[in-house]
């Protein structure tokens, strides 16, 4: 369960302004939810992604996950809380373009210290789930675009986190692409995980699997 309590955020500017990012946000997220924020950008639906993550702490109210109130934990606990339990999927997807498939994935896993048999069983189950097992030794620079991005999805589910979070995830990618996505969307909905995609983009309108779309205007909840 995600909760998000009273939230107030804002930045400052400079020395005599702030700009309020967020205004009392009240939501709850459920297990196993796909959850689509809907806005424009500048709405504060990537700045409600960044508070689940404890990527940033509200000005006000408390952000909640499992029973967890992050949006008070130290920044070393926040991190752990981000390794153990979010899967990140990001706009341009943030590989390491001279590195192979296989090396991308390893990289989440160091922190971890983890042993070398056991990683290298995690990775190759990962990569067989996203069917991209035979492309484990290609560098990511000589991948196709379909590639890379199932590689991302890789990168992001090969802890296993609980929660998948995807800011503007098709804004850089064609329709057949974004098609693609769409259907790994409704795999991690069936592998049990739940989801939650800030975007503006009219292909998430009709999906047929996700639970709810919230519209995030100047800061607020639309009703």
Same mark, same amino acid.
């Given at each position: 369960m995600i909760s998000l309590k009273a939230v107030k955020k804002e930045y400052q500017v400079n020395k005599n302004e702030k700009v309020v990012a967020l205004k009392n946000i009240d939501l709850e997220i459920k297990d #196993? =939810?796909?959850?689509? +924020? %809907?806005?424009?950008?500048?709405?504060? &639906?990537? $700045?409600?992604?960044?508070?689940i993550a404890a990527l940033s702490k509200p000005t006000s109210g408390e952000v909640?996950? /499992? =029973?967890?109130?992050?949006s008070k934990l130290p920044d070393h606990f926040a991190s752990t809380h981000r390794r153990d339990n979010i899967g990140f999927i990001f706009q341009k997807f943030n590989l390491i373009p001279n590195l192979t498939v296989e090396n991308n994935l390893l990289l989440p896993l160091i922190p971890n210290n983890p042993d070398e048999k056991e990683v290298k069983n995690?990775? =190759?189950? $990962?990569? %067989? &789930?996203? #069917?991209?097992?035979?492309? &484990? /030794?290609?560098?990511? &620079? #000589? +991948?196709?675009?379909g590639e890379q991005q199932r590689t991302a999805i890789?990168?992001?589910m090969v802890n296993d986190p609980k929660i998948i979070i995807a800011d503007e995830p098709t804004a850089n990618l064609d329709e057949n692409l974004s098609k693609h996505f769409l259907q790994i969307l409704k795999e991690l909905k069936d592998l049990g995980k739940t989801v939650v995609v800030a975007t503006h983009d009219p292909i998430f309108n009709n999906l047929d699997f996700k639970t709810r779309e919230i519209n @995030?205007?100047?800061? =607020? @909840?639309c009703s």
């Open positions: #196993n =939810e796909v959850v689509i +924020l %809907k806005g424009a950008s500048g709405s504060g &639906k990537s $700045t409600i992604l960044s508070l909640i996950v /499992d =029973e967890k109130r992050i995690l990775i =190759e189950q $990962t990569m %067989k &789930k996203f #069917n991209i097992f035979h492309k &484990k /030794d290609i560098q990511i &620079k #000589n +991948l196709s675009g890789a990168r992001a @995030i205007k100047n800061g =607020e @909840i």
